[in-house]
């Protein structure tokens, strides 16, 4: 069984320009979460999708966005893009059967770097 | 912020030695995750312990939880150069039972060195 996949793998951007991150969950997993892993700052929770809605959201400026599609797949959109966003993006899926959350599976990230 | 305190930030041992990593949370929780990630590359799911559990094995993991006294550790037996890795733990602070807030929040890590 595939596990959460991303893509790209490395980007490199300038300020002021915009990004898309993607990320496909395992199969049969509805919910999808971004994280942020910035050095010095560690994992920070971006944003968490499940069936297609925007179920949380984590301390982040709104130029920070995303999308779940009905495949369950996402986007992660950051406008404006500045120098402290360089960090690696890491998306994870789960079942979410609530209650709680399950247990998240990571992909192997996007590392962004901005100049 | 950080929910979780990991101690110690670093952890230095020779293959063949236990390792152990504690974590400490502020809030209460639904559950508590270990992860594993590999020089900064995507995270690996350990073991996930509940609230209402005090102990949990898988393979040569054995992770503890209590609480009353809000920590966890996390007991890596007989360790091997391949254990090398930076190990998280992510805690869930949704209600058991209730509506689930998605997010995990997780330590600064341990940074675990196992040398041949």
């Known amino acids: 069984e595939a596990g959460v996949t991303q893509s790209p793998t490395h980007l490199i951007k300038t300020r002021g320009q915009q990004v898309t991150l993607r990320c496909s969950p395992i199969?049969?997993?509805?919910?999808v979460y971004w994280y942020q892993q910035a050095l010095g700052l560690g994992l920070q929770f971006l944003l968490w999708?499940?069936?297609?809605?925007?179920?949380n959201r984590g301390n982040f400026p709104p130029r920070f966005s995303g999308r779940q599609f009905p495949n369950y797949s996402s986007e992660l959109n950051v406008n404006a893009l500045e120098l402290e966003d360089s960090a690696l993006y890491l998306c994870?899926?789960?079942?979410?059967?609530?209650?709680?959350?399950?247990?998240?599976?990571f992909g192997p990230g996007t590392r962004l770097t901005v100049l | 912020s950080q929910q979780g305190e990991e101690d110690p930030q670093a952890l230095s041992i020779q293959e063949g030695e236990n390792a152990t990593m504690n974590c400490s949370y502020k809030?209460?929780?639904?559950?508590l995750q270990w992860y594993r990630q590999n020089s900064g590359r995507g995270l690996v799911h350990l073991i996930l312990?509940?609230?209402?559990?005090r102990e949990k094995h898988s393979g040569r993991l054995r992770v503890t939880l209590d609480t009353s006294k809000k920590s966890s550790s996390l007991l890596i037996t007989a360790s091997r150069a391949a254990d090398t890795a930076s190990y998280f733990c992510?805690?869930?602070?949704?209600?058991?039972?209730?509506?689930?807030?998605?997010?995990?929040?997780f330590g600064q890590g341990t940074i675990l060195t196992v040398h041949p």
């Open positions: 994870a899926s789960s079942l979410e059967r609530g209650g709680g959350a399950d247990t998240q599976y």
């Open positions: 992510a805690t869930d602070p949704s209600v058991a039972g209730g509506t689930s807030y998605g997010k995990l929040t």
């Open positions: 312990i509940r609230s209402n559990e």
């Open positions: 199969s049969g997993h509805t919910s």
């Open positions: 809030t209460s929780i639904n559950n």
């Open positions: 999708y499940d069936e297609g809605e925007e179920r």
